[in-house]
């Protein structure tokens, strides 16, 4: 730490920041533009002027640019100088000449950086008085709105977008004072990260497209933190909500996690809480038609099915632990199902135990970030976790940040750092089927098979410790890439390494843990990542249960007289013949869904469970990070949380003794209570109980307005605010705010004189550190004291291909694959058609008719020249349904004449 002087203050000051993340960290109002805390300086705008003196004599001083200048032991600064201030005023006003000052109708007016920061500058009056130049805006696909003119060159778009995030088709053109910001032509933006370049960019050039559609200002919508349900990545988000629709999702930031940056997936999949889909009565089959009837109808008719046989319950990755818990409690561990059939349920269950046991740290996306060597062993996280790709990105700039401890350049000058590695690449190795995007920044990128990836990863677990498991028959070129890895791997201070369930191999997550464990042998900073299907999985995971086939083998064996199933769509774990033989021999089907999915039409009772905005809960990332998030939207009956519909069937069967809750907080102490790895879950967020100085915390800014306005065609007077016993949050402006609140529980970034996210600098502790109010979330997996390093597996044959069949591959997608997210038409138009990829000769324009399962499919063809012959990959759930793991499928190509 060093102590300079701020118009006479003496202050503690990190020495390896600039003096403008000082003087904000001191709790100065310092205005800047081109500056963001995860992207550096680079001193564009000119903005953060202040006076600096060389001792306490010097009277004269300096105008300087607190951004690119670094502190020293006793440096001595002015910010309200008058100098520097009328220094700050012209520069607000020269970037103001070519603005269009439209604020009344900006998307991004009420939470806008410029008008925070013009404000605070004291500019007020426009002197320009000739033309402003104009721009032509570009479409940018169905996130991104485009608004050129009022862009004031800052360049934080194209830094983030293709230093940070990796994007390649959005640049800057032109020069001087006509600089424009966007593609060399209209079209969307390919980034999965584009949509950050709305909380990114200072102004309204970037506005959120979807959002446009049914825009409301900052100011009138109510907030809750939460979870995000589309991977098992964790990242934390806000979810802004109107007139009971959920409006947006924004960042909301963890500094272990996503800290400032969300994918495009996790922030536009929100949509099918607003979808015509949505589940909103209860009903049941009458005369052969789904009838809607009242839920105490419902319940009553369910009571007459449970007395024809024993009750069977299915779980989801996708619905909260407390749901899954309270169904598990009602039917009991022996007859509770994970919703997964084979081989992913044993996939999921040995990724579960191997987090559990492993001597490696189970990594954070922070640490991903900070590792010095990563290998990324047959997953491609780009698809099924894609802020872990933006993450593992990082690590090319941790390589250039050596580079520059040895130039003796501060980190936080980011042009000098960037220049000075340009040349080097990633130490990422990645072994995958198929490209990813992360193939670029990688040192090392290879194509195999999974199976040969994981003798890759077992020989190189092997050559870093001689007592794991060997792996035979290796070629020379094999071993020379074994040694080369391993030895990366071995000489790094911070390893990595990834994998997943994508191609449901156990081998496969078996040498990723023995390679972890084996560095753990070696080094007490290895680290192991695990990516798995959904957002609670390894929640899930924890509470157990048996799988699909199980279930089925139940049915067809008498055993089963009703079958619930909670908020899982069977068809896309089941091929259609199992599941049809399965559900034929149950004679009651229940399904407690949010959305109308195959499951649920062919249900015989439903009950429509809220949407996760619409209650709380809690979801276990695949770090083993169990997370809280909060009800924004407060829905009408008979919509009401999984469990509580569990609770009203316990009643209705007779068992309310066994599931018996009242509030979320119960259902968490009850769940924490009876599993053992869950205990610690009620430390995730503070409960419903909690109050912020003798008040519960508010959901909204003080500054609501138009409460009466909204019913103003029904009536004039006020209705009361809706009340939930499930959340700390008033659900009005009415309640306790300080930046000093839980980082669980922050609704909305806001403090006087910052409206704009940039706010959250007031927030935390440090800036780019941790939150004033503490962590949000716990982690689970950190209680493992003494684990010993262990080996398991063996290494899987050779691959090899054959001539009457084809390996067919699960190829996930960003946008296309996942569940719920597809309900939401911004995920839809962004999603790419259905094809087949296929190594060898293919015609272009052909189309293949491939088997899977009971089913045949005729879907595009496309040559990928990075596959063998006799191997393709297929995405799942877009042609078949239930395909989620490797097989060897029947497959002839059907000319595209002979199509038409």
Known sequence: MATIYIDGRAVEARANENLLQACLEAGTDLPYFCWHPELGSVGACRQCAVKQFANPDDKRGRIVMACMTPVTEGAIISVDDPEAKEFRGEVVEWLMTNHPHDCPVCEEGGECHLQDMTVMTGHRERRFKFDKRTHKNQDLGPFVKH??????????????????????????????????????????????????????????????????????????????PSVCTHCSSGCN????????????????????????????????????????????????????????????????????????????????????????????????????????????????????????????????????????????????????????????????????????????????????????????????????????????????????????????????????????????????????????????????????????????????????????????????????????????????????????????AQALSGRIGTLIVMEADLTRQMDAGPLNEMLGAVRHLVVIDHSVTPTAERGELVLPSTAFSECGGTLVSMEGRAQRFLQVVYPEAPLQVGWRWVRDLARAVGAEDVVNWITLDQAIAATAAEVPALSRIGEAAPGAGYKLEGTPLRSQTDRVSGRTAIRANISVRDLPPPQSPDTPLHSDMEGSYSTEMPGSLVPFYRVPGWNSEQSLNKFQQEIGGKMRGGDSGVRLLDDATDVRVSYGGTAPDRFAARTDVVLLLPEYRAFGTEETSMLSDPIKERAAAPSIRIGGDVAVGSTVSVQIGDETYEVAAQHDPSLPAGVALCPPHMVARAFTAPRWVAMRTISAEAVA
Request: hydrophobic share 45%; charged share 20%.
């Open 147 to 224: 608004e050129m003119n009022r862009c004031i060159a800052c360049y934080r778009c194209v830094r983030y977008y293709r230093d940070y995030a990796g994007g390649e088709d959005l640049g800057v053109f032109a020069q001087h004072n006509n600089v424009y910001f966007g593609r060399h032509a209209s079209g969307t933006l390919e980034s999965t990260f584009a949509g950050n370049l709305i909380e990114v960019c200072p102004t309204g050039v970037f506005t959120d497209k979807p959002f446009s559609a049914m825009y409301s200002r900052k100011w009138d919508m109510r907030g809750a």
């Open 237 to 552: 988000t806000i979810i802004n909500e109107r007139a009971g629709k959920v409006r947006r999702t924004i960042n909301r930031y963890n500094e272990d996690v996503n800290r400032y940056f969300l994918c495009d997936r996790g922030r536009y999949g929100n949509g099918f809480v607003n979808a015509p889909t949505r589940l909103r009565a209860a009903g049941y089959v009458i005369d052969g038609q789904m009838t809607p009837v009242p839920p105490a109808q419902a319940l009553s008719r369910l009571a007459e099915m449970a007395a024809n046989g024993p009750i069977v319950g299915i779980g989801s990755g996708r619905a909260s632990v407390e749901s899954n818990y309270a169904l598990r409690a009602l039917v009991g561990a022996s007859g509770f199902s994970t919703g997964w059939a084979e081989p992913m349920h044993g996939v999921v269950t040995l990724a579960s135990d191997l987090l559990r046991t492993t001597p490696a740290r189970v990594a954070t996306l922070q640490e991903s970030e900070h590792a010095d060597a990563v290998l990324v062993l047959g997953e491609d996280v780009s698809a099924t976790a894609p802020r872990l790709s933006l993450a593992l990105r990082q690590t090319r700039r941790e390589a250039c940040n050596k580079l520059a401890d040895a130039a003796r350049i501060p980190h936080w000058l980011d042009a000098p750092v960037r220049t000075l590695g340009s040349e080097m690449l990633a130490p990422i190795y990645i072994a995958t089927p198929a490209p990813t995007d992360l193939d670029g920044v990688a040192t090392v990128s290879l194509r195999a098979m999974p199976d040969d990836i994981a003798r890759l990863g077992f020989a190189i677990a092997n050559r870093i410790d001689a007592s794991a498991p060997s792996v035979d028959g290796l070629t020379e070129e094999e071993s020379a890439r074994v040694a080369a890895i391993a030895d990366a791997l071995i000489a790094a201070e911070r390893p990595l390494v990834v994998s997943g369930t994508q191609y449901a191999s156990e081998a496969l997550l078996q040498a990723a843990a023995n390679i972890a464990a084996a560095l753990s042998a070696r080094s007490r900073n290895a680290s192991l990542s695990l990516v798995l299907p959904e957002a609670n999985s390894l929640g899930l995971a924890m509470i157990g249960g048996i799988s699909l086939d199980d279930v089925r």
